[in-house]
């Protein structure tokens, strides 16, 4: 297995990966010399010489914690992907997982949800059924999602926010910490708050 991010979000999914058996074979990173303390041999990324990146070999897991660099990095890598999933994470197994998403110890995914690719499901999460998680997005700590409720592409739901049922979040939101979301949230938006407001509308990617 190999790692593409040396932060420390790193560190969880390496974690995850040797309680289940995996060895890291590579760790790469764009800026090896601001990497976390405790990665080693850590092999410069594809950003700045593409062609000579070895894309072929070990399934690659994305260890990056931010959304948009995270989708950055999946467009111009041309590898298989793998999944991280804790062995103390529940998940239905009518649920889907997409690939190079990772789901982090404690956390829950209820049944018929549908989590897209290289999304981040973190410690304690909770995910009820019928969700449908876009790509790329961040569902953090203690964060709980209500049935049929949709994240969109990109979007980070903070640590101990809580989605009401069947509300929609658009794509590349950020919703704050410990926000109640009531209703739908148009794309680009940064919520916050109990009710949540919100507080500016971003220009698109």
């Keep these: 297995m190999r790692i593409y991010g040396a932060g420390g979000h790193s560190q969880v999914i390496k974690e995850v990966l040797k309680q289940n058996g995996y060895a890291i074979s590579d760790t790469f990173d764009d800026k090896p010399e601001g990497s976390h303390y405790a990665s080693k041999n850590v092999t410069t990324g594809a950003r700045k010489d593409l062609t000579s990146f070895p894309h072929a070999g070990d399934p690659v897991i994305i260890a990056v914690g931010t959304n948009a660099h995270r989708a950055e990095i999946a467009q111009f890598l041309n590898c298989k992907y793998e999944k991280a999933i804790h062995a103390s994470a529940i998940i239905s197994p009518t649920s889907k997982v997409g690939e190079g998403t990772v789901v982090f110890a404690g956390a829950i995914i209820q049944p018929n949800t549908t989590i897209g690719k290289h999304v981040i499901i973190n410690t304690g999460a909770s995910v009820d059924h ?38 929609k979040i658009g794509k590349w939101c950020t919703i704050g910490a410990g926000t109640i979301v009531i209703k739908d949230i148009p794309d680009y938006s940064t919520v916050v708050g109990n009710p949540g407001r919100i507080i500016k509308t971003n220009n698109p990617l």
């Design 130 to 167: 019928d969700n449908i998680i876009g790509d790329f997005a961040h569902i953090s700590p203690k964060a709980a999602l209500c049935g049929h409720v949709e994240v969109g592409e990109g979007s980070h739901v903070g640590v101990g926010a809580v989605v009401i049922p069947k509300v």
